[in-house]
């Protein structure tokens, strides 16, 4: 298998640590592809830390039980990719270039990049990251992941995009059934999503194409109107051509 690409920003330059077992080989197998520090399982922090079970990438907490995304879910959403909204919604075709901006578990954009686009995403979170790059080697796909704050590395980078995705954390909502608990656990160790509106205008001149907001279907996240949308039943996609909005152009 191709080794994933992944490099941390300046807002999280060393990679995070894993708790192992001394006797876990597999462990210390999956820390060195992963270019992880080891330290001792007995020195886990109480609170949710990487280890390794069966072999496999693990969240562990002191009073929760252990989390593993789950390869069959995420393996049917790949297997479907040419299909699924977010890559219509993204226009893709072989190669276009896509910025994931709120990468989160990495998996819409393994999506992305199961559809034939080239895929970068960034995360602010280490541990969401190294899930990331493990999946996108599981899947031997190729994924970008860019450790760093998305305001932070859209006003550093140079790059442009020709799609950029926008998935930002969904505020609570109390009238709506619990979530999976993929998305529970991320609620509780992603960086909330600020200042939505700057993070558009950014992306908007750094897209050649397009930008793409994904919403609750009846959440309005920005003032804007978008030029199209994909509805279903729970979620809505904005899309926002970047050609009908020349100002942003740089």
């Known amino acids: 298998m191709e080794k994933v690409n992944g490099r941390f920003g300046t807002s999280n330059t060393e990679s995070p640590c894993i708790y192992l077992a001394t006797s876990d080989q597999q462990g210390f197998d999956l820390a060195d592809r992963l270019e992880l520090q080891v330290r001792e399982l007995s020195d886990a922090p109480k609170d949710w830390y990487l280890t390794c079970k ?5 969240l562990d907490h002191p009073t929760e039980p252990s989390f593993q995304l789950s390869e069959q879910v995420i393996r049917s959403r790949i297997e479907d990719a040419f299909r699924s909204d977010l890559a219509q919604a993204c226009g893709y075709y072989p190669g276009k270039t896509v910025l994931d901006c709120y990468g989160g578990w990495g998996i819409d954009g393994l999506i992305l990049a199961a559809a034939g686009c ?9 541990v969401l990251c190294v899930f990331a790059r493990d999946l996108a080697y599981q899947f031997n796909l190729k994924m970008n992941v860019i450790c760093d704050d998305v305001k932070q590395f859209l ?18 909502h109390p009238t709506t059934a619990k979530p999976q608990r993929r998305m529970q656990i991320l609620e509780q160790i992603a960086v909330p999503t600020q200042d939505l509106d700057t993070i558009f205008d950014l992306a908007l001149r750094r897209a050649n194409d397009r930008v793409v907001i ?3 279907k009846n959440q309005r996240l920005l003032d804007q109107q ?7 039943r729970s979620v809505r996609f904005d ?3 970047a050609l009908n909005r020349p100002g942003f152009q740089e």
Not at 118 to 126: F, R, W, Y
Request: proline residues 7%; aromatic residues 12%.
């Open 155 to 172: 006003h550093a980078s140079d790059d442009r995009f020709d799609t950029i995705y926008l998935d930002p954390m969904f505020p609570t």
């Open 226 to 232: 978008a030029d199209w949308k994909i509805k279903r």
């Open 214 to 216: 994904k919403n609750r």
């Open 54 to 58: 069966n072999g496999k990438l693990t």
């Open 239 to 241: 899309v926002y051509l």
């Open 118 to 126: 080239n895929v970068s995403m960034t995360e602010i979170h280490p």
